[in-house]
């Protein structure tokens, strides 16, 4: 088994201090790309919103959860040694492998319903390694971190450049 990445928060607040940190990143990510781009100030500015450094930032977190990566067999094991984990599972159960990333903290999901409302969001794979992982990132993301890191959102906030923090600088 191998294990990959390096985000694993174990509470709430420490999930949504993690995503506010990225910030930063996903700025100077959506300048450079812009900069390869060729974009000049104004379209920078007309393109350039809140929503776009939110969608590098959602994605720069997912892509740095930490993961396992592992055979059928270490899946179950690892679920047999954590009962208090209910299984999260996408893709065929008929497959060799699974990557599997556990959220530390319980979930506030109906749908989970293991002893202490913790969940081990998982996908199968045989052959495409890569594409595995970032179905998985994608999965815990949205199932789980989206709701946490938007907990204290106000849903009045003005979907601009400065929802993602500070202004985002042109460049």
Known sequence: MDTEGTLAPATPAEARAEYDELVPAAKVAVREATKAMAFDRAEYAD?????VVETVRDSLFAS???????TREEYDEWLADHPAYEADLAGSENVDNVVWHPVAFPVDDPAVDGDDGKVVVAATWQAEREAALGTLRRRAFGRVYRGVVDAD??????DDAESAGDTVDEP
């Open 47 to 51: 393109r350039v919103t809140g929503e």
């Open 64 to 70: 740095l959860l930490r993961v396992h990566v592992g």
């Open 153 to 158: 959102a106000d849903p009045n906030e003005a």
